[in-house]
Every structure is written in structure tokens, then in C-alpha cells.
């Protein structure tokens, strides 16, 4: 059974950092991305990285800000969150697929990232 797991969401003020972690069981991924969900908004894409060579891509609203990185060897993905925005506040989703391309086939249940003004 394939679960991905997220974790490290909370409540940080404006201009501070949070680190998100996604464990993967079950199997290996081509690439691993992180959304998020605003309330009221549509899911938007944030950041994805390639698991064999780590080549990333970001939104346009989190460049500079967040970094996406992975450890193959624990099977787990990072989004490090840093100079965070009230904007920033969403429940972000960890998702996975074993494609290079096309949308993901898997996702995880969402952590909550608060930030305070």
C-alpha cells in the first residue's frame, strides 16, 4: 500500500520558517511535489523535484522563499519554508508519481500551515 505521510505544518508568525516533510511507503517515485489549498481557492502548485537528479521547479510566488529537496535514501521529500506571508497560510499536500510527466497519482492528507500577521 502506497502512503504518503506529511508533516511539520503549524502556526509561525509572518517572516518566519517552517519545514514540511512528506515520508513515502510503499514505493519509489519519479518526482514528488508539494501543493497547497487556501481556503476558498483552487489547489495550487508549489514546488516539485525530480528524485534521480533533483531538479526542481517552484511557483512564481514562492521562489527565493521555499526550497524542495529529497532524501532517497529515507524515501521522504522537504519543503523548506522560509520568510513566510499570511498569503503562505494553506493546507499543503505532499503528492507523488511514478511518471516523469502528467499529473500525480498519489497524494497525502494535507498538513496545516497557519501564518500570522
Known amino acids: 500500500q502506497v502512503q504518503l505521510v506529511e508533516s511539520g505544518g503549524g502556526l509561525v508568525q509572518a517572516g518566519g520558517s517552517l519545514r514540511l516533510s512528506c515520508a513515502a511507503s510503499?514505493?519509489?517515485?519519479?518526482?514528488s511535489g508539494w501543493l497547497r489549498q487556501a481556503p476558498g481557492k483552487e489547489r495550487a502548485f508549489v514546488a516539485q523535484i525530480t528524485q534521480s537528479t533533483g531538479t526542481t521547479y517552484y511557483a512564481d510566488s514562492v521562489k527565493g522563499r521555499f526550497t524542495i529537496s529529497r532524501d532517497n535514501a529515507k524515501n521522504t521529500v522537504y519543503l523548506q519554508m522560509n520568510s513566510l506571508k499570511p498569503e503562505d497560510m494553506a493546507v499543503y499536500y505532499c503528492?507523488?508519481?511514478?511518471?516523469?510527466?502528467?499529473?500525480?497519482?498519489?497524494w497525502g492528507r494535507g498538513t496545516q500551515v497557519t501564518v500570522s500577521s
Open positions: 510503499g514505493r519509489t517515485f519519479s518526482r
Open positions: 503528492a507523488a508519481s511514478g511518471l516523469s510527466l502528467g499529473s500525480y497519482e498519489y
